[in-house]
Nanobody, 130 residues
Framework: QVQVVESGGGLMQDGDSLRLSCEAS?????????MAWFRQAPDQEREFVAA????????FYSDSVSGRITVSRVRAKNMVQLDLRSLVPDDTAVYYC??????????????????????WGQGTQVTVSS
């Protein structure tokens, strides 16, 4: 049984930094799988934040947060981290981790598309106060 579990959310202050972690267990594919972070703010659609290939060799970021975030993974494991810097209230959202069943995708655009990720976590709340 595959499980995706996020951790690290909480109440933050404007300007703080935060690390979110995610582990996908039970995926029986040799090597790592592509994983991603999405977020959903109150009354908003869920949006792509960042993704990383199974090898960790390529990363992808949303333009809206690029420069303030870094996604990384633990080598040889389906564990990823998301570092967010200079938090602002607009970063308030539930952050979801997702795992694919492949190490990489054929097109760059696929990394930001929800339908290519088979497994999802329950999400972790991040609240940024001003």
């Amino acid at each position: 049984q595959v499980q995706v579990v996020e951790s690290g959310g909480g109440l933050m202050q404007d300007g703080d930094s935060l690390r979110l972690s995610c582990e996908a267990s039970g995926i029986t594919i040799f090597g790592g799988v592509a994983m991603a972070w999405f977020r959903q703010a109150p009354d908003q659609e869920r949006e792509f934040v960042a993704a990383i290939t199974g090898s960790g060799g390529r990363t992808f970021y949303s333009d809206s947060v690029s420069g303030r975030i870094t996604v990384s993974r633990v080598r040889a494991k389906n564990m990823v981290q998301l570092d967010l810097r200079s938090l602002v209230p607009d970063d308030t959202a539930v952050y979801y981790c997702a795992a694919a069943v492949a190490a990489s995708f054929g097109e760059t655009s696929m990394y930001s598309a929800e339908q290519y990720y088979a497994y999802w976590g329950q999400g972790t709340q991040v609240t940024v106060s001003s």
